[in-house]
């Protein structure tokens, strides 16, 4: 391994940058010349490189977003754009590449592997919705993101006494919803994952207010319904002052966590050992403590879990 080259694909997440930083620096300590590729398999189709050294990533690990650029890219699933992309990777030089990103960029990871070219996965999306892996880069700074939206949402809610739909994002995975309701004491979540009845809602927020609660806060997950739908149904059906907010991409930026950056800067350099070591065509995960690799047919051919016990949790800590 002489070359290799990183990219960053799909929703930019917090701790990607601590991520490339970690290929970077760990590549050039064992003598490998990394290439950056900007803006994903998008700049690798329009051959948008750059040489990265030591001072490229200088002053990054604590920046949101990713110093690479992020696209999601329909060219790349096409022969066409494939053929370009092989072809700019040889003219490179590189002989291996890693990718970070969520599913999308992973299906991408799959196309190189397929076409021979070696490829290691770092798993970086905020909405924690690949099943093979416990956590992903971003899951926990959004998670803090949201619950400091919460925090100041509740203090207003409860001076007015209303019910407050707060909509996060996550396409089709309820876990930011699930993870920042428990943490946040929300007293509902609304997920992609339970199937919800609109009355057992109402019943739950009215049941609260006998108790004398001065507020509700429901988080509802953007792959379960709209904000603003759920919000009238509930104002229709009590009579209560509620209103909703959509915290939309406040929840992909900002400093990233320790969490976010020590799992960034061990990952990377895990994927620079695996190609150093000839492993090929492997995304890396973590389960407790410890950082894996999974074959990537495997990983992707996996079904997410859902998290029932936390979810369960939730609903009886918010009794
Ligand atoms: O995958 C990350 C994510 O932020 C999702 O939570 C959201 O549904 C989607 O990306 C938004 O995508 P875009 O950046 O293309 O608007």
Same mark, same amino acid.
Request: contains cysteine; charged residues 25%.
């Given at each position: 391994?002489?070359? $290799?080259?990183?990219?960053?694909?799909?929703?930019?997440?917090?701790?990607?940058?601590?991520?490339?930083?970690?290929?970077?620096?760990?590549?050039?300590?064992?003598?490998?010349?990394?290439?950056?590729?900007?803006?994903?398999?998008?700049?690798?189709?329009?051959?948008?490189?750059? @040489?990265?050294?030591?001072?490229?990533?200088?002053?990054?690990?604590?920046? #949101?977003?990713?110093? &690479? %650029?992020?696209?999601?890219?329909?060219?790349?699933? @096409?022969?066409?754009?494939?053929?370009?992309?092989?072809?700019?990777?040889?003219? &490179?030089?590189?002989?291996?590449?890693?990718?970070?990103?969520?599913?999308?960029?992973?299906?991408?990871?799959?196309? &190189?592997?397929?076409?021979?070219?070696?490829?290691?996965?770092?798993?970086?999306?905020?909405?924690?919705?690949?099943?093979?892996?416990?956590?992903?880069?971003?899951?926990?700074? /959004?998670?803090?993101?949201?619950?400091?939206?919460?925090?100041?949402?509740?203090?207003?809610?409860?001076?007015?006494?209303?019910?407050?739909?707060?909509?996060?994002?996550?396409?089709?995975? #309820?876990?930011?919803? $699930?993870?920042?309701?428990?943490? #946040? %004491?929300?007293?509902?979540?609304?997920?992609?994952?339970?199937?919800?009845?609109?009355?057992?809602?109402?019943?739950?927020?009215?049941?609260?207010?006998?108790?004398?609660?001065?507020?509700?806060?429901?988080?509802?997950?953007? %792959?379960?319904?709209? /904000?603003?739908?759920?919000?009238?149904?509930?104002?229709?059906?009590?009579?209560?002052?509620?209103?909703?907010?959509?915290?939309?991409?406040?929840?992909?930026?900002?400093?990233?966590?320790?969490?976010?950056?020590?799992?960034?800067?061990?990952?990377?350099?895990?994927?620079?050992?695996?190609?150093?070591?000839?492993?090929?065509?492997? &995304?890396?995960?973590?389960?407790?403590?410890?950082?894996?690799?999974?074959?990537?047919?495997? /990983?992707?051919?996996? @079904?997410?879990?859902?998290?029932?016990?936390?979810?369960? $949790?939730?609903?009886?800590?918010?009794?």
């Amino acid at each position: 391994m002489k070359k $290799l080259g990183v990219l960053t694909s799909g929703g930019d997440a917090p701790g990607m940058n601590a991520a490339i930083r970690s290929v970077v620096r760990y590549g050039i300590y064992n003598n490998i010349n990394v290439i950056g590729i900007k803006n994903g398999y998008k700049g690798l189709i329009d051959n948008e490189s750059i @040489e990265m050294n030591l001072s490229s990533v200088a002053d990054i690990i604590h920046r #949101g977003g990713t110093i &690479l %650029g992020s696209a999601r890219s329909k060219e790349f699933q @096409e022969e066409e754009g494939l053929k370009k992309a092989l072809n700019n990777i040889k003219y &490179l030089g590189i002989d291996g590449m890693v990718v970070i990103g969520g599913d999308g960029t992973f299906r991408g990871a799959q196309q &190189l592997c397929e076409s021979g070219i070696p490829t290691i996965g770092i798993p970086g999306t905020i909405d924690n919705d690949l099943p093979y892996t416990q956590y992903t880069l971003g899951f926990f700074t /959004a998670l803090t993101t949201v619950l400091e939206s919460v925090e100041k949402i509740r203090d207003t809610s409860s001076s007015h006494g209303r019910t407050n739909v707060i909509q996060v994002m996550g396409r089709n995975c #309820g876990d930011i919803a $699930l993870y920042a309701g428990l943490a #946040g %004491g929300a007293e509902m979540v609304i997920l992609p994952e339970v199937p919800y009845n609109i009355d057992e809602v109402c019943d739950k927020i009215m049941q609260g207010r006998a108790r004398g609660k001065k507020h509700s806060i429901i988080i509802l997950a953007e %792959g379960a319904g709209e /904000a603003k739908d759920i919000s009238e149904k509930i104002r229709e059906k009590t009579g209560v002052g509620t209103r909703y907010s959509v915290l939309g991409y406040t929840q992909r930026g900002g400093t990233p966590s320790a969490f976010d950056r020590l799992l960034g800067s061990q990952m990377g350099a895990r994927a620079v050992e695996l190609l150093k070591n000839s492993a090929e065509n492997k &995304l890396l995960g973590i389960r407790g403590n410890e950082i894996f690799d999974m074959d990537i047919e495997e /990983a992707l051919s996996k @079904e997410k879990e859902f998290d029932l016990s936390t979810y369960e $949790l939730t609903k009886i800590l918010s009794i």
